[in-house]
């Protein structure tokens, strides 16, 4: 990852978008302090409601996961004790949050399972993780990221394992609780259909680099980014079934060698020596609204 | 227009559930039939049974007008005329076999003129170029290769014994936006080329719309609705595919 800056406020969901080894997860798990030993913040801060988070020790940064910043993976299986009843997992990390003991915790675990859309939350809390399906599981998943209630949520593709149907109402669920608890969002995804339904805000991020950002509006009506406008020409739900799809050539570069110029310039249609040569700088192009290129500041 | 393939009035039972219950659809000469559904409609199920992995209970599968499965039994005239790509290129390839190798395996069942003349090194070196891979390539092993070229190496492989009908199984669901564009692009084009059939099984709306002629909606091991791509997502029928159509994210809801 290479100077990365984003910021997101209360009641808004950013999203974070790129394909594999964009860096996009990095980004969520360096947030957390969860990143590998051999992977180190060389430089810069996270600052989360006034406090720098690359400063603190394992055992400040742990304060924070969970209570004060939830995570949802894309996984839920993984993310749920498969020998334990859901309303248990719910009633421990309750208990815990809150300071409660486990009777006075049940009302608020059923309380919970109804936020994300359980009509019968007392049969659920009964029930193991495998007897549910990967969308109830999901839910589960996130009433245990909520249930703190965080003031940050970061969830690594929420939905990508869904099914479409499920998927929708997963992400009603997600823009609903951001509401309800004027919660901030972090959402990292592949898919751009999921950041036109749910973000306010997007940055696309391409091998480590962030390349654009701005509205969710501005970046997928007028995308400014060479590489954003191919990406988007790539679906094959904007184009006629007669036409081709827009293909991006060649690969991700290899991110061992430092490149002095553009990260994209190697597969950049658009590309000129100065793409090479020099990082591109960096232009506003509204309030909201930056990109990193040289041909747009040409 | 000639068929190729029918599917008639096929059914799966796996102890109590019914994978499959009662479906039927023609693919013609030269089309791309889609198959969507979400998980547990069956699609699956019905791909392994046109392939030979499980026997239908009952109906009749018929490829090129002669029945594929008698008492149980998977029999096909001739070897070769029906390929298959899987989704997952990470595990459909042996990381232990050379890409020639792979590429060359189909041919084992043929008579040996012809895999002879088909696993000739000029005639390896041109399915490379056209799936978009280098002959340098040919002696690699698949763990060398980024998903999109695995993919590229499984659609290799289906080609060399030239079929008249390839199943696509998911083909581009592992694969990144820009990637898939790549592949999907490729396989219109090996269509055009080849006169290629193509069953294209996704859960993808998006691109089973890029890529179908026609497309049949599965619901719980039921074909709910069938039609052209057209009629499909223009004028959906049933309420499931209505819920389907509404549920891609980022569609512009009317």
């Known amino acids: 990852m290479d100077r990365v800056s984003l910021s997101v406020d209360r009641g808004e969901i950013l999203a974070i978008v790129g394909e594999s080894g964009s860096g996009k997860s990095v980004t969520a798990l360096s947030i957390l302090g969860l990143l590998d030993k051999n992977a180190k913040i060389e430089q810069g801060n996270i600052v989360f409601d006034g406090t720098d988070l690359t400063k603190l020790s394992t055992k400040e940064i742990q304060k924070y996961r969970g209570k004060r910043i939830g995570m949802v993976f894309q996984e839920p299986m993984t993310a749920l004790h498969p020998t334990m009843r859901i309303g248990d997992q719910l009633t421990n990390v309750i208990k815990r949050h809150h300071k409660l003991t486990k009777k006075e915790s049940h009302p608020i675990m059923l309380e919970m399972l109804k936020d994300v859309h359980f009509e019968e939350p007392e049969l659920i809390a009964q029930k193991y993780p495998h007897e549910l399906s990967g969308g109830m599981r999901q839910r589960i998943v996130i009433a245990l990221a909520m249930s703190a209630p965080p003031e940050l949520l970061i969830a690594d593709e929420p939905t990508t394992a869904l ?3 499920i998927q929708a109402e997963i992400l009603t669920l997600m823009k609903e609780l951001t509401q309800k608890y004027n919660i901030a969002v972090i959402l990292i995804t592949h898919d751009l259909g999921v950041v036109r339904e749910v973000s306010d805000n997007v940055c696309v991020m391409y091998a480590g680099k962030i390349l654009e950002k701005g509205t969710t509006k501005e ?31 060649g690969e991700v570069p290899d991110l061992k060698q430092h490149l002095p110029g553009c990260i994209f310039s190697s597969r950049c249609p658009l590309s000129k020596d100065e793409c090479f040569i020099k990082a591109p700088p960096q232009l506003s192009l509204s309030e909201t609204q930056m990109v990193h290129c040289w041909e747009v500041s040409r | 227009m ?7 009035n096929i059914s799966k039972v796996f102890g109590n559930f019914q994978a499959v219950n009662n479906v039927s659809f023609k693919l013609k000469k030269g089309e791309t039939f889609g198959l969507v559904g979400e998980s547990g409609s069956g699609k699956t199920t019905i791909a392994n049974m046109i ?4 026997a239908p209970a009952d109906g009749k599968i018929k490829f090129q007008n002669q029945s594929l499965w008698e008492r149980g039994k998977y029999n096909r005239k001739e070897h070769g005329k029906m390929q298959i790509v899987f989704q997952d290129p990470q595990s459909s390839l042996d990381p232990r076999m050379t890409v020639r190798k792979i590429i060359t395996e189909p041919l084992f069942i043929l008579p040996s003129s012809i895999k002879k003349y088909k696993s000739k090194e000029e005639n390896l070196v041109n399915l490379m170029k056209r799936v978009g891979l280098q002959e340098e390539h040919l002696d690699r092993n698949p763990h060398e290769f980024s998903g999109g070229q695995r993919q590229r190496i499984a659609i290799a492989r289906a080609l060399i014994t030239d079929p008249e009908f390839i199943l696509l199984d998911e083909p581009t669901s592992a694969l990144d936006v820009s990637v898939q564009a790549q592949v999907l692009n490729l396989l219109k084009d090996l269509q055009q080329e080849k006169g290629l059939t193509y069953l294209f099984i996704s859960h993808n709306m998006s691109v089973i ?12 091991g039921n074909i709910v609705e069938i039609g052209t791509t057209k009629d499909i997502f223009e004028s959906p029928k049933h309420p499931y595919t209505k819920k389907l159509l509404s549920s891609i994210p980022g569609m512009q809801k009317n």
């Open chain 2, 51 to 54: 392939i030979g992995i499980h």
């Open chain 1, 219 to 249: 970046i997928l009506d007028n995308p400014k980014h060479p590489y954003t406008n191919l990406l988007l020409r790539a679906l094959p739900d904007q184009v006629n079934p007669g036409e081709r799809l827009q293909e991006i050539e």
């Open chain 2, 2 to 8: 000639e068929t190729l393939l029918q599917i008639q």
């Open chain 2, 209 to 220: 719309r890029y890529m179908c002629n026609r497309v049949g909606v599965l619901y719980k």
């Open chain 1, 163 to 165: 099914d479409v149907t």
